[in-house]
T-cell receptor, first 116, second 109 residues
Framework: DGGITQSPKYLFRKEGQNVTLSCEQN?????MYWYRQDPGQGLRLIYY???????QKGDIAEGYSVSREKKESFPLTVTSAQKNPTAFYLC???????????????FGNGTRLTVT | RKEVEQDPGPFNVPEGATVAFNCTYS??????FFWYRQDCRKEPKLLMS???SGNEDGRFTAQLNRASQYISLLIRDSKLSDSATYLC??????????FGKGTTLSVSS
């Protein structure tokens, strides 16, 4: 079955360490996204990529980095520069923005990152 | 006005009740509208897209009012399994989708 796989489901790190969250999709979607969700908050966009080897900053990109070397993969690195990294991280994909309309997003199961 | 705004609730209703949520958006140029459902500590899942003429999917009805810049979700005959947080999603400037903070629904027996 096609879908989006995020791993690991739970991740614990010490402050000051960089950590990379994995996101893989086999839906053949062009666009991929990273969102962050904090308790009681909506999803906030970190980075997104519409095509391989290209990505754009979202609303809260500071302290994060991404790469898009393959269509299927969009890993997110949470660097030590991110002041409040503990959160629920959600990866999503969509067929892409063709024309004026956005396609709905398909989400992975998410990774809960705890930094102490 | 915030880009996408929802009443956080919680909305506490008995089984069988009809409940409606509204969501306002600020970008008059928005063209894509969705309702997502999110269960506790899970990822959001698409509930339904919202079309200009309004659309229905079983017990769920979505409507769009462009003049007043809001979308609505109506749930008829509420079930216990409808308890969740409902997220309003609208496309912002550019290509990314903007999520509201969600409205929490609790259906009790």
């Amino acid at each position: 079955d096609g879908g989006i796989t995020q791993s690991p489901k739970y991740l614990f790190r010490k402050e000051g360490q960089n950590v990379t969250l994995s996101c893989e999709q086999n839906l053949n979607h062009d666009a991929m996204y990273w969102y962050r969700q904090d308790p009681g908050q909506g999803l906030r966009l970190i980075y997104y990529s519409q095509i391989v080897n290209d990505f754009q900053k979202g609303d809260i990109a500071e302290g994060y980095s991404v790469s898009r070397e393959k269509k299927e993969s969009f890993p997110l690195t949470v660097t030590s520069a991110q002041k409040n990294p503990t959160a629920f991280y959600l990866c999503a994909s969509s067929p892409g923005d063709r024309g004026r309309y956005n396609s709905p997003l398909h989400f992975g199961n998410g990774t809960r990152l705890t930094v102490t | 006005r915030k880009e996408v705004e929802q009443d956080p609730g919680p909305f506490n209703v008995p089984e069988g009740a009809t409940v409606a949520f509204n969501c306002t958006y600020s970008n008059s140029a928005s063209q894509s509208f969705f309702w997502y459902r999110q269960d506790c500590r899970k990822e959001p899942k698409l509930l339904m897209s919202v079309y200009s003429s309004g659309n229905e999917d079983g017990r769920f009805t979505a409507q769009l009012n462009r003049a007043s810049q809001y979308i609505s979700l109506l749930i008829r005959d509420s079930k216990l399994s409808d308890s969740a947080t409902y997220l309003c999603v609208v496309n912002g400037r550019g290509t990314a989708l903007i999520f509201g903070k969600g409205t929490t629904l609790s259906v009790s027996s």
